[in-house]
């Protein structure tokens, strides 16, 4: 099966999915790459054209090991004429658990086929020099596997004749799904340290959610941030912040216990 066009669909608010499925479209050497960013607040009202007779690689964050709900409705956005497609998600070294599974039949509930899916390990979205998790990840070695995971996939593709020769890949995870309760998290969010910003504008067009507003001071909606932490990360004056006592108590246990490097997995 030949496959000259590589498309790259991802909620990717810090990056790091971003980089990863850049990782492996370059090691499928594929002649074009396209890009389709689902991150930002205007793909929820932008219909995506259909695809099909190419490959897609579909990436989202994991959030409680769930996929992103943000992500979700953009993702069924995109619909497909049976298009193979690699389902990827990326995680901040705890666990994955449903995700991937998930993400797989969301695909293929839109007209994709997948055929192959992996799990990589992102910087964790409350990371920091003094409470470390995954830092700098996808780091050198991750990217050397995403590679190594697209020239697997062109290989496979390369030994069928057509889509109708592949078969689904077998994920891993279960249904239904982990229970998702987010309900004590609904009033936490970032917060700006009035002292130390500037009012530069930069956390705001970054916000997955549109959360953010830069009036007199920088305003935000707690029952809308997703506690991405985009806007954290990006921050020039490291005026944005999450420090509450509910979150910091998780984020130290989770530091605690997790700090054992994970490797990618994959599937195919």
């Known amino acids: 099966m ?6 790259l669909a991802y909620y990717s608010p810090t990056k790091t999915t971003q980089k990863i499925l850049q990782g492996i479209a370059e090691g499928m050497h594929a002649e074009n790459v396209r890009h389709i960013d689902l991150t930002l607040p205007e793909t929820q ?11 897609i690689i579909i990436g989202a964050p994991v959030y409680e090991g769930r996929v992103a709900q943000t992500a979700i409705p953009r993702l069924q956005q995109i619909k497909a004429g049976k298009t193979p497609a690699v389902v ?19 695909t293929e509930d839109v007209g994709f086929l997948p055929i192959a899916g992996g799990a990589f ?6 990371a920091s020099e003094t409470r470390p998790l995954a830092n700098g990840r996808p780091d050198d070695q991750d990217m050397a596997k995403a590679r190594e995971f697209g020239s697997n996939i062109r290989t496979k593709l390369d ?6 020769d592949a078969v689904r890949v077998e994920l891993p995870g279960n249904t239904p799904y982990i229970f998702r309760d987010r309900s004590p998290l609904a ?3 970032a917060t700006t340290i009035e002292e130390t910003c500037t009012l530069c504008g930069t956390c705001a067009p970054l916000c997955p959610v549109g ?23 990006n921050c020039p004056t490291g005026a944005r912040v999450v420090d509450d006592p509910m979150l910091n108590k998780i984020v130290n246990w989770v530091c605690k216990n997790y ?3 994970r490797e990618p997995e994959i599937f195919i």
């Open 2 to 7: 030949n496959v000259k066009t590589v498309t």
């Open 259 to 261: 700090q054992a490097r």
């Open 159 to 164: 030994n069928v004749a057509s889509i109708d």
């Open 45 to 55: 009202t932008t219909p995506q054209d259909e695809k099909e007779g190419d490959l």
């Open 88 to 106: 990827v998600v990326l995680y901040g070294n705890r666990d994955y658990e449903d995700a991937l599974l998930e993400l797989g039949d969301l």
């Open 121 to 126: 390990i992102g910087e964790h979205s409350f």
């Open 187 to 189: 009033d936490r969010a």
């Open 211 to 233: 959360a953010i507003t830069i009036e007199d001071t920088v305003v935000t909606d707690n029952l809308a941030c997703t506690l991405c932490n985009a806007c954290v990360k």
